[in-house]
């Protein structure tokens, strides 16, 4: 390990009013949260938190942490670190040995070279895709360098390398290594297409796997070797590679599984035939159907068909406008205080904040032509569905749910009719007898062994 060239300083502010989750549940039976952060940061372009990966301490029964109540977080650098670093931190609530629970998630970049001994603070952003909880949270740092710098430093030179942003080195074509001194035997080389190339002082090798030859060249044809697919799926080399092709019906990488609605559709049509115009394909629970989720303005079983602008298209806050069908440009034209695609949410409310953190692939916060409302306490929302669907947004079909609601049903009508046959056998056994006939019977008049039994007695 190299020596320490510096230390990085973090603290955060955080706070969390009403001690709320990310989806909108408390983090304990009080109005608090038992608070630790965890913290990643990592130079631009990293894959790994190449500078620091930790925790904090833990604060408990907390809704509120300043600045200064809280321990600062010591990074020791033993590297230089690029001109700007990326930090990202996760809000945790801590339960014990249960797991713990996802409070709020911010992202920042903040330039390195720019800090000093004292607390500046960085620039954050939330980047909860959706969430239900109002969190308030401020990140601070401060750099201590005894050697002056803590940065990468890259000289330019003609010929040899070339310096990005972060002060990393770029060798020219030809040249490789920490300091773009050695020859790069790569750029010209003729390893087959699907080897690695590695570079060596005295020349390249070709890196095979499980391939032969000088150049890997030469190869073992796996669908033959190893006859990879099952009964229902044919073997295809592709490179060094194999894929199952599988027959219609099957699916899986080896084709041994049954196909879903939505594979066995993608099978006969193809995968963008089954659901058109950017629609998501979805299968049912009845394992033989399946649903189009279509974007907005196509509807329609498979999306085929182009909404025109309606009375509902803009929830009644707004003005329908439709140019031009080839340009899918229907669009509303939203009343003051209103937002979103079709005027449904009001600014600034919770349906709003909630359609502003909505999944790449989704458009709307109520699926399926659901309307979202503002529940009273100003905090969450609910979703108003449409006829056959249900959920918190809308997402399943009343259909996935029949083969659970007509047993019960079925069930519970089965249950009624016992119930109405011991109760009129109880009444029965209570009237001390049988029940008398109809009042349009004729009466049999009973012999006088049977009158002490059934002749009226007068009083």
């Known amino acids: 390990m190299s020596d320490e060239i510096g230390k990085l300083y ?7 009013p009403n001690g709320i989750l990310v ?59 690029g001109n700007s670093v990326e930090m990202g931190i996760d809000i945790w609530d801590f339960d014990g040995l249960d797991a713990s629970d996802l409070i709020a998630r911010f992202d920042g970049i903040f330039q390195t070279k720019s800090l000093s001994m004292k607390w500046t603070k960085i620039p954050v952003t939330r980047t909860d895709l ?61 390893c087959a297409d699907y080897a690695t ?24 044809d796996p669908c033959q070797i190893e006859s990879p697919c099952e009964a229902h799926g044919q073997c295809k080399a592709v490179g060094p590679d194999y894929k199952c092709v599988c027959e219609v019906g099957w699916s899986g990488q080896k084709c041994d599984r049954p196909a879903s609605a939505c594979e066995s559709a993608a099978q006969r049509l193809s995968p963008e035939a089954v659901c058109l115009n950017g629609g998501s394909c979805v299968d049912l629970q009845d394992d033989i159907s399946y649903h189009c989720i279509c974007l907005q303005p196509w509807s329609g079983t498979r999306c085929e068909v182009i909404d025109t602008c309606t009375e509902e298209h803009c929830s009644g806050h707004g003005v329908c406008i439709f140019s031009n069908i080839s340009q899918e440009s229907i669009h509303c034209q939203c009343d003051a205080g209103w937002v979103g695609e079709t005027c449904n949410y009001r600014s600034q409310s919770p ?63 089965a249950f009624l009719i016992i119930l109405a046959l011991c109760f009129r056998s109880f009444r029965n056994e209570q009237m001390g007898g049988p029940a008398l006939p109809p009042r349009n019977s004729p009466l049999k008049t009973p012999s006088s062994d049977e009158q002490s039994e059934y002749w009226p007695t007068k009083f």
Not at 10 to 16: H, M, T
Not at 183 to 189: A, G, K, L
Not at 200 to 218: D, H, L, S, T, V
């Open 130 to 190: 959706i969430y239900q909880n109002d969190v308030t949270f401020k990140g601070f740092a401060r750099l201590e360098c005894p050697g002056g710098s803590c940065n990468k430093v890259c000289v330019p030179r003609k010929g040899i390398n070339t310096c990005d942003a972060e002060g990393n080195k770029i060798c020219e074509k030809g040249l490789t290594g920490p300091a773009c001194d050695q020859i790069d035997y790569c750029v010209e080389n003729n």
């Open 197 to 220: 190339c590695e570079s060596f002082p005295n020349g390249y090798k070709c890196i095979c796997g499980a391939y032969e030859g000088a150049r890997c060249q030469k190869g073992y």
């Open 10 to 16: 973090l603290s955060f502010e955080y706070y969390n």
């Open 351 to 413: 349906c709003h904040k909630a359609s502003l953190k909505l999944h790449a692939n989704q458009s709307m916060v109520c699926l399926h032509g659901g309307v979202c409302i503002d529940n009273p306490n100003g905090v969450d929302f609910s979703c108003k569905c449409p006829l056959g669907w249900f959920g918190p947004q809308c997402e399943t079909f009343f259909i996935e749910t029949l083969y659970f609601i007509v047993p019960v049903l079925v069930g519970a009508a």
């Open 23 to 81: 989806d909108g549940d408390k983090c304990d039976f009080l109005d608090t949260c038992d608070v630790y952060f965890f913290i990643c940061v990592k130079n631009i372009g990293s894959t790994s938190c190449d500078i620091y990966e930790g925790k904090s301490e833990l604060y408990e029964n907390v809704n509120e942490l300043k600045f200064a109540k809280m321990k600062e977080i010591v990074i020791p650098l033993n590297s230089p670190i």
